[in-house]
């Protein structure tokens, strides 16, 4: 069973626009929530996080919003840049510790349109 | 400062074999986490390691074990392999892993391995 979620396997922006990417979650014990990017024959790296006590973190280009009462995070990347496409996963933590580690999506494969 | 290594980048494997995978963290790091990457699947949590005491353990089967030596390089161990155990396995280190400050999670490149 997927604890999180996200539905959208590929995602088409033209360069310049916003990209939203979004995340769903099941699991009410996560309180930790965090954005990776993963290029081709690399691993993910980290892209920005999110406290459950917060619902809006901005780092320059990204913003990532979590609602907690829907159990729905995004991630905003105003404007896109080519550089931007990748594949973005969004994962979740329960601080208190568990088995189920870091939990991951499947990924958003973001294409920016030149 | 060096990344995160994993040997061996590829690996082909049949069926009821066993495999090893090795992973060395940032120096300085004590947590190492593995995952498994499949397009089924995306990436699921395998278990971290922390100065060499297993901390947390996915939903995994037992064939899937792991250890971590005093220099916290980390080793993967997958027994009588299946076909469905083809995927990339990405490892990752930390100071604090899972505890904390997962910002400075460094992943690396992954071992592709394929069963046939």
């Known amino acids: 069973d997927q604890q999180v979620k996200q539905n959208s396997p590929s995602l088409s922006v033209q360069e310049g626009r916003i990209s939203i990417l979004n995340c769903d979650y099941t699991?009410?014990?996560?309180?930790?929530f965090l954005w990776y990017k993963k290029y081709p024959a690399e691993g993910p790296t980290f892209l920005i996080s999110i406290s459950s006590i917060k619902d809006k973190n901005e780092d320059g280009r990204f913003t990532v919003f979590l609602n907690k009462s829907a159990k729905h995070l995004s991630l905003h990347i105003v404007p896109s840049q080519p550089g931007d496409s990748a594949v973005y996963f969004c994962?979740?933590?329960?601080?208190?510790?568990?088995?189920?580690?870091?939990?991951f999506g499947k990924g958003t494969h973001l294409i920016i349109q030149p | 400062k060096a990344g995160v290594t994993q040997t061996p980048r590829y690996l082909i494997k049949t069926r009821g074999q066993q495999v090893t995978l090795s992973c060395s963290p940032i120096?300085?790091?004590?947590?190492v986490s593995w995952y498994q990457q499949t397009p089924g699947q995306g990436l699921q949590f395998l278990f971290e390691y922390f100065s060499e005491t297993q901390r947390n353990k996915g939903n995994f089967p037992g064939r899937f074990s792991g250890r971590q030596f005093s220099n916290s390089r980390s080793e993967m161990n997958v027994s009588t392999l299946e076909l469905g155990d083809s995927a990339l396995y990405l490892c990752?280190?930390?100071?604090?892993?899972?505890?904390?400050?997962?910002?400075?999670?460094?992943f690396g490149p992954g071992t592709r391995l394929l069963v046939l």
């Open positions: 994962a979740a933590i329960y601080s208190g510790g568990g088995a189920d580690g870091l939990t």
């Open positions: 699991n009410s014990m996560f309180d930790y």
């Open positions: 990752a280190s930390s100071w604090a892993g899972l505890a904390g400050g997962l910002e400075t999670q460094y």
């Open positions: 120096s300085g790091h004590r947590s």
